[in-house]
């Protein structure tokens, strides 16, 4: 286990259940419902990257939804730097939203196609309301990600998918975040144009000392991009490890199914992964 006594988390979900209800089946019966998530213990560091991994269904957005504060957890808790950002206290839950940004899955739907990359990469600062003058912090992110400063005057459709990707990890960092959740940030690129942006990642959890969450459901592309994965089933933290363990002794059979998925496709990440 990667598991020590000194590890303080920056943010953390602790015992975590969530449970939806749904539409009656019939007039007098009892209202049905369905646990997503049940008893999720999950966390992250700064400067580590941490994954989730699980097939459809399994729980991963609605997990992301929770750590991201989007929805209140109905049993458990969510910490930011130790204190519950569900408490109140309105300072530190605005220091928590600037905080924790989410990288969506498909910029081309998430990124407004009328709109200037330059004023959706200022949308979080109007959002959270952070003032000043950000013409500074605009070219830093840009150079964090790779992009020319020419990008701002562009349009989303000028752009491929790999660097579309770039401008979505640009207007997460423009609050200048602790932690980063990406939710298959890469599921819509092409494989070779995924290795960039994971290599991209990589580089920022370590230059930025940022906490990153990696969820997807192939296990190479989580291995190759984390040094702890969780693997979530049915709603349930199924396995906890390194990358490697993962692979080589699987001992969830949940794990087990993952890891022949991966061997099935081609090599692609897999290889490079181990
Ligand atoms: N508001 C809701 N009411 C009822 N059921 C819900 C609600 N939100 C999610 N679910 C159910 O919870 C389960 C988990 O959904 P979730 O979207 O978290 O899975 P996922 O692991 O992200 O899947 P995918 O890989 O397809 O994105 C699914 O069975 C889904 O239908
Ligand atoms: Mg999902």
């Given at each position: ?6 590890r303080r ?7 975590v259940?969530?449970t939806y209800a749904l ?5 007098f ?6 646990t997503?998530?049940?008893n ?7 400067g580590?990257?941490?994954?989730l991994?699980?097939e ?6 609605t997990l992301?939804r929770i ?10 808790s969510?910490t ?5 950002i569900w408490?109140g206290?309105?300072?530190?839950r ?14 081309r ?5 009328r709109?200037r990359?330059?004023?959706a ?9 952070i003032a ?11 150079d ?5 400063r ?16 770039r401008?979505?990890i ?21 494989v070779s144009?995924?290795a ?11 230059n930025l000392q940022l906490?990153?969450v ?5 296990l190479?592309?989580?291995a ?12 349930r933290?199924?396995e906890?490890?390194?990358p490697?363990e993962?692979?080589t002794?699987?001992?969830?059979p ?5 890891v ?8 692609g990440l ?5």
């Amino acid at each position: 286990m990667t598991q020590s006594i000194e590890r303080r988390p920056l943010l953390a979900m602790n015992q975590v259940t969530q449970t939806y209800a749904l539409p009656r089946a019939n007039l007098f019966g009892p209202r049905p419902s369905f646990t997503v998530l049940q008893n999720i213990d999950f966390d992250v560091c700064a400067g580590e990257a941490v994954g989730l991994v699980g097939e459809s269904g399994a729980g991963k957005t609605t997990l992301t939804r929770i750590l991201t504060g989007m929805e209140k957890p109905q049993t458990g808790s969510v910490t930011f730097e130790g204190a519950d950002i569900w408490s109140g206290d309105t300072a530190h839950r605005a220091k928590f939203r600037r905080s924790v940004q989410m990288v969506l899955q498909n910029p081309r739907s998430s990124l407004d196609p009328r709109m200037r990359v330059g004023t959706a990469l200022l949308e979080p600062m109007r959002s959270l309301k952070i003032a000043g003058d950000h013409t500074k912090r605009l070219y830093e992110v840009l150079d964090q990600v790779g992009l020319d400063r020419s990008a701002l005057e562009r349009y989303p459709h000028e752009f491929s998918g790999g660097q579309l990707q770039r401008v979505a990890i640009a207007r997460a960092l423009m609050p200048n975040p602790r932690v980063l959740v990406a939710d298959e940030p890469v599921s819509a690129l092409d494989v070779s144009i995924q290795a960039q942006v994971l290599n991209l990642l990589k580089d920022l959890v370590r230059n930025l000392q940022l906490g990153l969450v990696f969820i997807a459901h192939d296990l190479s592309v989580v291995a190759y991009t984390t040094s702890r994965v969780s693997v979530i089933a049915a709603g349930r933290i199924v396995e906890v490890g390194q990358p490697i363990e993962l692979f080589t002794h699987p001992m969830a059979p949940e794990t087990k199914n993952l890891v022949d998925a991966v061997l099935t496709v081609e090599a692609g990440l897999a290889g490079t992964a181990l």
